[in-house]
């Protein structure tokens, strides 16, 4: 087996050899820089347009479930038929991911996101011809669509950070470019039960759902064609000397997205460790949805209202506290410590919750909430990075993109099983799964000794680029 160390030095070597070799074709032997590296201020144009794609995405993915019996009686058709609208979402993901993430490493990342907002406008433009009663099935064809696009989404943020952001930025813009879908689902939970009212009239609610499903397709097309003009594939030089390694490694030892992810799934003992715990985290924070409910009106009845405002904190805060967190990840490098605090946090925060819960003290129980949001959402980016570290140099899209199964695969298992406990034995029967669920996670980060080979090979180009040391040179493209 070869050593990994040896591997990043003779990469290093090789690229000083090929640009010293390019430097005096070129008559120039003054640069003396191996590794070429630059940070474009177009990076924040690309994760912008990213974040716009996924907030039109994640908006739709709820619409219909977070108003359920108004859609049940509009269309005339059962509850568990609107949940289909929620469902077809995740059989979507485990149908179509690995095929998209061959296609993703063929296209490469500009085509991804060209396809990947094409089908969401494309599902969006269909559901506005579903404005009648009698076509609940073209409103689940248009939701299928936005389905696939979900596959196009979730493996991006980590690519496109190691593309375009140097080592001191991955992290903040991984969690910047995964909470776009905290903030297409806040957007949805604020908006859709205000526009669309439960009227006696039927016509009513119709013309209601038609002016969402018009605004919504007039954004997704905006969206596509603003990434189908402006959004390119990966800059000119590299952003940082490990992914300049990564590109070269790419390109001499390349054998293929099969042999990848057989060595990911078979030989990396580290990522199948991070992909189990951070299937267990993130899977209590995709249950939290669907538990908040019966949680909080065992003790706050009739406060419907209230489990939104508790959602919507629960994303927003959770999303700032994390970004927060992404930038010490980024200022430190501190992988292990960091997500070790963090999912021993989400115990205490959830022990939290659960007492504030039977305390009956509503703004404690928002408070709790917040916080709790913090710890589940911010280990979904550093679970991100963590697996880059990982993983490299391999592909971030293939890799994250198996990441990401994890959460939707336990979630299926969790989601349910933390229901019929609390529905069998009792809200603190259900607090109980969730915590053991948590401790599991935590127990795995802890034991996992993950090997920052990201790191390393950054560490090997500065060894051997001693003019660059570490300087990126920030121009405007």
Same mark, same amino acid.
């Given at each position: 087996m070869k050593n990994p160390q040896m591997t990043d030095i003779y990469v290093a070597h090789s690229l000083k050899a090929e640009f010293t070799e390019e430097n005096e074709e070129n008559g120039n032997t003054s640069s003396g820089s191996p590794l070429k590296v630059q940070v474009f201020k177009r990076r924040w144009v690309q994760l912008f347009l990213y974040v716009l794609w996924g907030i039109c995405s994640s908006y739709q993915y709820p619409q219909f479930v977070i108003i359920g019996h108004i859609i049940s009686r509009y269309y005339d058709v059962s509850t568990l038929a609107v949940a289909s609208t929620s469902i077809v979402l995740m059989v979507a993901y485990a149908v179509f991911l690995f095929p998209a993430l061959f296609l993703m490493e063929r296209i490469g990342l500009k085509w991804t996101v060209v396809i990947g907002a094409a089908l969401t406008c494309l599902g969006a433009w269909i559901k506005v011809f579903s404005r009648a009663p009698d076509r609940f099935p073209l409103l689940l064809t248009g939701q299928a669509m936005v389905a696939i696009s979900q596959v196009f989404i979730a493996p991006v943020p980590g690519k496109l950070a190691a593309f375009w952001f140097g080592n001191d930025q991955l992290a903040l813009a991984t969690a910047i470019g995964c909470y776009a879908a905290h903030v297409g689902l806040s957007i949805c939970f604020l908006t859709v039960p205000i526009f669309v009212r439960n009227h006696d009239d039927v016509e009513k609610i119709g013309h209601e759902l038609s002016v969402i499903y018009w605004t919504v397709a007039i954004a997704c097309s905006v969206v596509t064609l603003a990434v189908l003009f402006l959004f390119q594939d990966e800059p000119p030089a590299p952003p940082s000397e490990s992914r300049a390694l990564q590109k070269s490694t790419h390109e001499r030892f390349d054998t293929? /997205?099969?042999?990848?992810?057989?060595?990911?799934?078979?030989?990396?003992? *580290?990522?199948?460790?991070?992909? *189990? &715990?951070?299937? #267990?985290?993130?899977?209590?924070?995709?249950?939290?949805?669907? /538990?908040? *409910?019966?949680?909080? #009106?065992?003790?706050?009845?009739?406060?419907?209202?209230?489990?939104?405002?508790?959602?919507?904190?629960?994303?927003? /805060?959770?999303?700032?506290?994390?970004?927060?967190? &992404?930038?010490?990840?980024?200022?430190?490098?501190?992988?292990?410590? +960091?997500?070790?605090?963090?999912?021993?946090?989400?115990?205490?925060?959830? +022990? #939290?919750? &659960?007492?504030?819960?039977?305390?009956?003290?509503?703004?404690? /129980?928002?408070?709790? &909430?917040?916080?709790?949001?913090?710890?589940l959402i911010s280990f979904s980016a550093i679970g991100f990075e963590l697996c880059a570290e990982a993983t490299y140099p391999e592909s971030q899209a293939l890799s994250t993109g198996i990441l990401s199964t994890a959460g939707q695969i336990y979630g299926a298992f969790v989601t349910p099983l933390i229901l019929k406990v609390i529905h069998v034995y009792g809200d603190t029967a259900g607090h109980a799964v969730i915590l053991a669920i948590l401790g599991l996670g935590t127990l795995l980060t802890i034991s996992n000794k993950i090997d920052l080979r990201r790191q390393r090979a950054e560490e090997s180009a500065m060894r051997y680029n001693p003019l660059s040391q570490g300087v990126l040179r920030k121009i405007d493209k």
């Amino acid at each position: 087996m070869k050593n990994p160390q040896m591997t990043d030095i003779y990469v290093a070597h090789s690229l000083k050899a090929e640009f010293t070799e390019e430097n005096e074709e070129n008559g120039n032997t003054s640069s003396g820089s191996p590794l070429k590296v630059q940070v474009f201020k177009r990076r924040w144009v690309q994760l912008f347009l990213y974040v716009l794609w996924g907030i039109c995405s994640s908006y739709q993915y709820p619409q219909f479930v977070i108003i359920g019996h108004i859609i049940s009686r509009y269309y005339d058709v059962s509850t568990l038929a609107v949940a289909s609208t929620s469902i077809v979402l995740m059989v979507a993901y485990a149908v179509f991911l690995f095929p998209a993430l061959f296609l993703m490493e063929r296209i490469g990342l500009k085509w991804t996101v060209v396809i990947g907002a094409a089908l969401t406008c494309l599902g969006a433009w269909i559901k506005v011809f579903s404005r009648a009663p009698d076509r609940f099935p073209l409103l689940l064809t248009g939701q299928a669509m936005v389905a696939i696009s979900q596959v196009f989404i979730a493996p991006v943020p980590g690519k496109l950070a190691a593309f375009w952001f140097g080592n001191d930025q991955l992290a903040l813009a991984t969690a910047i470019g995964c909470y776009a879908a905290h903030v297409g689902l806040s957007i949805c939970f604020l908006t859709v039960p205000i526009f669309v009212r439960n009227h006696d009239d039927v016509e009513k609610i119709g013309h209601e759902l038609s002016v969402i499903y018009w605004t919504v397709a007039i954004a997704c097309s905006v969206v596509t064609l603003a990434v189908l003009f402006l959004f390119q594939d990966e800059p000119p030089a590299p952003p940082s000397e490990s992914r300049a390694l990564q590109k070269s490694t790419h390109e001499r030892f390349d054998t293929g /997205v099969l042999v990848s992810f057989k060595k990911l799934l078979t030989k990396n003992r *580290n990522f199948i460790i991070l992909w *189990n &715990a951070y299937g #267990l985290i993130v899977a209590v924070f995709n249950s939290t949805g669907t /538990v908040l *409910n019966p949680l909080f #009106l065992t003790h706050f009845k009739n406060c419907e209202v209230d489990v939104g405002i508790m959602s919507l904190l629960l994303c927003f /805060v959770g999303t700032i506290g994390s970004l927060i967190i &992404a930038s010490i990840l980024d200022k430190t490098k501190k992988f292990r410590v +960091i997500a070790i605090t963090v999912s021993s946090s989400s115990l205490f925060c959830e +022990i #939290l919750f &659960a007492t504030t819960l039977n305390m009956e003290i509503k703004w404690t /129980v928002f408070l709790s &909430a917040s916080l709790f949001g913090i710890t589940l959402i911010s280990f979904s980016a550093i679970g991100f990075e963590l697996c880059a570290e990982a993983t490299y140099p391999e592909s971030q899209a293939l890799s994250t993109g198996i990441l990401s199964t994890a959460g939707q695969i336990y979630g299926a298992f969790v989601t349910p099983l933390i229901l019929k406990v609390i529905h069998v034995y009792g809200d603190t029967a259900g607090h109980a799964v969730i915590l053991a669920i948590l401790g599991l996670g935590t127990l795995l980060t802890i034991s996992n000794k993950i090997d920052l080979r990201r790191q390393r090979a950054e560490e090997s180009a500065m060894r051997y680029n001693p003019l660059s040391q570490g300087v990126l040179r920030k121009i405007d493209k």
